[in-house]
């Protein structure tokens, strides 16, 4: 659960990556988004259109930062240039966070989904007291099943997703993360 005493600390920083909140600025980026079929499967909600993204930052914005059960996104953004690279989301169920990430196709393959993924699963933890972080994606999704991997996670059920697509379920709590951390002694965790 968010610690009421917290103001929700934005934007994230890593070593490569500025994870914040979407802005109108995004709108030309979310549209590329959202035109790679793999992104827009996975994140619908982005808009494929300038008016449709516009009208999702304006969504965006009307949230509170990681309020309970809302679908809070944060944009991939890189330090060096500013570019767009993908999205992160954070659904906050209490003491347990979902997360979910999305990169265009052009970024793949470059440690951007795991460094920005790695970023969200520690402000999870240290910044907004959760416990427990979980992700889902598709049996047939490789590179996210590594990043979840990657992140420590382990596989802990095999279920329908929304749309009945069969899906595994990761997650990793807390003492186990900081472990994992605890334990990251040659620097590329």
Known sequence: MIRPE???PLPIESER????R???RDVPGIVKLSSDPTVDEAAPELGATPEAAASYVD???ALQPFQPDALFDLAITRRSDGALLG?????NRGATGELGYALHSDHRGEGFGTEAAAALVAFAFAELGMTRVTAET???NQPSRRVMERLGMQLEETRPDRDGVEAFVYGIDRDDW???VDGDTDGDG
Request: hydrophobic letters at 55%; aromatic letters at 4%; proline letters at 0%.
């Open 178 to 180: 900081e472990s994992e």
């Open 22 to 24: 979407f802005e109108m």
């Open 87 to 91: 999205m992160l989301t954070l659904i």
């Open 138 to 140: 598709a049996v047939t």
């Open 17 to 20: 990556l500025l994870i914040r």
């Open 59 to 61: 969504r965006q914005q």
């Open 6 to 8: 917290v103001d929700v």
